[in-house]
């Protein structure tokens, strides 16, 4: 069982490239439109595994300003709801408790018992019904990693405004690409529930690991803690990776940590009973590449590692 991340490139949707994992998927174009959605559709379905999309930016902004819109990110709940619609609806299947009914949240849980949880944030911005729905998830207690496109703005992250979510410069006065981009400028500032969210994912003490893309460049960092508050040393990690159509891809294993239990729900034979690619998250917007592999034990506590930490272990111990 594999999945593997399809992504806009821009070229002809007409590769499929075996690689050691299963397939690469190279998708047509940089702006989605119907023909390379149906496309990519055809072809996730062809493989046969579950799969969960999430939005870039460049999914739903055609670079095209129309004279109906009146804010920056107009177009992306006609893309969302309209073309891209069929990616969310396939999303997830073979999961269990699927909820991609809104292009604006979602979630699953693995047969680990792992929560898959996505918050599309291409616009930069969190809404309040993104931050409910994300604290409803947190509330359920089960240990999750959070899908989105945009990375946050956490310390040690030196990407300017245009490149994370919650940059203190992210504004009216600091929007460069504006004209670039063929559209209108971001507002004066974000939402005060962006800021509300990114507390949350801070103090969220069942987060594994956050998987987002954007930047096309390979990056990990650290959750910091919130505010007056005490952590363990090891922190969950923030992993973004190179665009996948410059061949960029990051493997993430997640390890069991603790003891057993079983997700709310979930029956304990659905459980891996091997080693297994658990799920693919999906997006047309030049990002990374994202495969989870869970680990067969019936775990309270995982831990995110992805190869790069293994090889640096493995070379420690000289082998």
């Known amino acids: 069982m594999f999945c593997h991340r399809a992504f806009a490139a821009p070229q002809r949707f007409d590769t499929r490239v075996r690689t050691s994992t299963g397939f690469e998927l190279k998708q047509a174009l940089r702006f989605a439109e119907s023909s390379s959605v149906d496309d990519l559709y055809k072809e996730l379905n062809k493989l046969q595994v579950p799969f969960v999309y999430t939005a870039g930016n460049h999914d739903w902004h055609l670079e095209k300003l129309h ?67 994300f604290q409803d998830m947190v509330a359920t207690g089960h240990l999750f990693v959070l899908l989105m ?29 504006a004209e670039i981009e063929s559209r209108l400028k971001w507002p004066k500032q974000a939402s005060q529930s962006t800021f509300e969210f990114i507390e949350a994912v801070q103090a969220a003490d069942r987060l594994v690991a956050i998987l987002t893309g954007h930047t096309h460049q390979d990056a990990v960092v650290p959750v910091p803690c919130p505010r007056a508050a005490t952590c363990m040393p090891s922190r969950p990690r923030q992993f973004t990776t190179r665009a ?31 080693s297994k690619l658990a799920c693919a998250l999906v997006s047309l917007g030049c990002v990374g590449a994202y495969v989870l592999v869970t680990r067969p034990r019936k775990a309270t506590g995982f831990e995110a590692r992805d190869m ?11 082998q």
């Open 67 to 133: 004279d109906w819109e009146r804010t920056f990110d107009a177009q992306e709940a006609p893309n969302e709801l309209g073309l891209l619609m069929k990616l969310y609806e396939a999303s997830a299947r073979g999961l269990a408790f699927p909820n991609f009914s809104d292009p604006r949240f979602g979630s699953a849980i693995l047969h680990s018992g792992l929560r898959i949880i996505c918050i599309d944030n291409s616009n930069f911005q969190i809404d309040k019904d993104q931050l409910r729905f």
């Open 244 to 274: 996948n159509f410059q061949g960029g891809a990051r493997l993430i294993f997640i390890r069991s940590t603790e003891g057993a239990q079983v997700a709310e729900g979930i029956s304990p034979d659905l459980l891996f009973n091997s």
């Open 149 to 177: 496109h945009i990375p946050i703005f956490f310390p040690g992250v030196t990407l300017g405004p245009e490149d994370v979510m919650g940059h203190p410069r992210w504004s009216t006065a600091f929007d460069r690409n």
């Open 308 to 318: 790069s930490d293994i090889a640096e272990q493995g070379a420690g111990r000289g």
